[in-house]
C-alpha cells in the first residue's frame, strides 16, 4: 500500500488588505471575466460599487469566497445561480454554528455559577 503525503498551502494576508481586480485575478488564479460574473450575481462584492471595473478593489472575504466557489464550481459542477444560493447557505450554516457555541458557553457558564 502506498502512502500519500499531503501539502496543504496557506497564505497568510492582512486581514486589512485589499486587493484589485487584476491581483485578485493572480490570487485567485481565475480570468477577470469570471471575477466580474461572481460581483453580477452577488457571489463576491467589491468594497465600493464603482462603475468602471479597474477602480474594483476587494478585501480578503472576497478571495476567500472566490476560493471556495471555485472549489464548488470545479468539485460539484455547479453553475452561478446555484454557487450563489450554496455559498449563502454555507454562510448561514456557519452563522448558526458560532450561534449555538455562543449558547452552549453560555449554558455551561451558568450551570458552573
Not at 496543504?8 to 486581514?15: A, F, R
Not at 468602471?52 to 480578503?60: A, C, G, K, L, N
Not at 472575504?61 to 472566490?66: I, K
Request: aromatic share 4%.
Amino acid at each position: 500500500m502506498m502512502k500519500r503525503d499531503t501539502v496543504i498551502t496557506v497564505e497568510l494576508t492582512d486581514p486589512q488588505a485589499s486587493f484589485t481586480l487584476r491581483e485578485i485575478c493572480e490570487r485567485g488564479e481565475c480570468h477577470a471575466e469570471f471575477v466580474i460574473k461572481l460581483v453580477s450575481y452577488g457571489i463576491i462584492s467589491p468594497l465600493q460599487d464603482l462603475p468602471e471595473t479597474r477602480q474594483w478593489e476587494f478585501d480578503v472575504e472576497a478571495l476567500a469566497r472566490l476560493r471556495k466557489a471555485q472549489r464548488l464550481q470545479r468539485d460539484l459542477k455547479m453553475n452561478l445561480p446555484g454557487l450563489a444560493v450554496s455559498l449563502d447557505l454555507l454562510d448561514e450554516v456557519s452563522t448558526m454554528r458560532r450561534e449555538v457555541d455562543r449558547l452552549n458557553r453560555l449554558l455551561r457558564q451558568m450551570m458552573d455559577e
